[in-house]
């Protein structure tokens, strides 16, 4: 019964506020637009701010987790490789395998992720705003490659990739926590009180957006291809690399992080990027939809399961 209301509480408040966001977006109260802007404050100003501060309280005698930092890199990475040598077996068109890629790989981790590991500790979650440095490179990356290679418009040059990557305000975020706390840098009340106060606000109002951009009608004809992708991302991938970290010894607050890397849904940047390089779009927004929704259900079982056999705690 522990273990099971342990769990419960990581995923009900994610489901409440989500489902405001729904709601409010189904009663008109917010709209599409309005919903995009949101979203790019929160990627803009608030997350990366949680993301600094987050950084800032480590303890200085904390040890980085080098093993489970590496472990995230290695395993996102080589499920980007699995997936490009497997994907012509499953999608026939071409403008489908990209996003049939980035479908399986490319976790929410940022928005759903770091608010999924600060549930389960808030007081010790540091290592998840670590792997922002880690993973999130290799999710827009590898995502990017793939809609480059099997794509059908505005293809990004090398350089605009790594401009992109290096430009992205989770890594600027993540660089600028570690020089505070590296260096000590003191930070006058005045400034640092405010800014903590818009770093908190970050997790909710980013699942409410996420909330808000669900839409159902976006499975349309893609139903083989759209399954796989969920079933793939939401049982096959997690239950691969979180029995590989179970295995290695990886446990309690490093294991939580590897959920919301792993099993995370399917980031909501991949839909716009789909539409944007002539990947199937009806698909990508499909996979955003269907694993988001059906990620409250996967992650609880995840949690559940693993709390139940001792690996969190």
């Not at 922002?132 to 490179?137: D, F, I, S």
């Not at 840098?185 to 606000?201: T, Y």
Request: proline share 5%; charged share 15%; net charge positive.
């Amino acid at each position: 019964m522990e273990d099971l209301l342990f769990s419960v509480k990581t995923i009900f408040p994610l489901l409440m506020i989500m489902a405001v966001g729904f709601l409010s977006r189904r009663l008109s109260w917010i709209d599409d637009h309005s919903t995009r802007k949101i979203n790019a404050c929160v990627f803009k100003i608030f997350l990366p701010l949680l993301i600094v501060f987050n950084l800032v309280d480590m303890h200085i005698e904390t040890s980085i987790d080098w093993k489970t930092l590496l472990f995230g890199f290695v395993g996102s990475l080589s499920c980007f490789g699995i997936l490009f040598l497997i994907t012509p077996l499953f999608a026939k068109e071409r403008k489908d395998r990209g996003v049939f890629i980035q479908g399986f790989c490319r976790s929410n981790y940022a928005i759903f992720g770091i608010p999924l590991v600060a549930m389960m500790y808030p007081e010790n979650n540091a290592i998840a705003s670590l792997m922002v440095a880690v993973v999130v490179p290799v999710f827009n990356v590898m995502a990017t490659i793939a809609l480059m290679i099997y794509g059908t418009e505005k293809r990004s040059s090398p350089w605009q990739i790594v401009k992109g990557v290096l430009l992205n305000p989770l890594i600027l975020a993540t660089a600028a926590g570690f020089l505070i706390w590296g260096l000590k840098i003191p930070l006058p009340e005045i400034i640092e009180k405010p800014l903590r106060q818009m770093g908190s606000i970050s997790t909710p109002l980013a699942l409410f957006c996420l909330g808000a951009t669900l839409d159902f009608s976006k499975a349309r004809a893609n139903g083989r291809l759209l399954t796989l992708s969920v079933l793939g991302k939401l049982v096959f991938v997690p239950f691969v690399y979180l029995g590989i970290a179970v295995l290695m010894g990886i446990r309690d607050v490093s294991l939580a992080t590897l959920i919301a890397v792993f099993a995370s849904p399917v980031s909501v940047s991949s839909f716009p990027m789909a539409q944007q390089m002539g990947g199937n779009d009806d698909l990508a927004g499909g996979q955003v939809v269907f694993t988001t929704a059906f990620s409250i259900v996967t992650v609880f079982c995840w949690v559940y399961l693993l709390k139940m056999l001792g690996f969190i705690g």
